[in-house]
């Protein structure tokens, strides 16, 4: 179920498996996943459109957390990062990338 609140998101694969008490979802083959551009917050630009493809992902939707031990990209307007493995908490906006780190980020445009 969608947060009105929150932007868009969405994630595709060639297949999923749900837990029986949902709060599990295993995502497998092609994941590609994006969150739609979020707001900018009082005196901040937005980040705009994020994404993440890997060939597995494991998501957690009800405490908003993800991980995958496979190759991970994650790219927003920033730039793209890619590892291997990763850990995402999205209450804490954060993700955590677990081996063979390797990307470009921007620095943020000046005020």
């Known amino acids: 179920m969608q947060d ?26 092609s994941v590609h ?9 009082p005196g901040t630009q937005s980040t705009g459109a994020a994404t993440l493809t890997t060939e597995y992902l494991h998501v957690l939707p009800r405490v908003k957390r993800a991980d995958s031990d ?17 850990n995402l908490d999205a209450d804490k906006g954060t993700i955590n990338f677990l ?9 943020p445009a000046a005020k």
């Open 99 to 107: 081996s063979h780190v390797r990307g470009t980020v921007a620095p």
């Open 4 to 29: 009105p609140k929150q932007p868009h998101f969405e994630i595709t694969a060639d297949a999923a498996k749900l837990s029986g008490d949902r709060d599990n979802v295993w995502f497998t083959g």
């Open 70 to 86: 496979q190759a991970v990209t994650v790219g927003d307007a920033r730039g793209t990062i890619n590892a291997v493995g990763m």
């Open 33 to 41: 996943a994006k969150r739609d551009a979020e707001p900018a917050k």
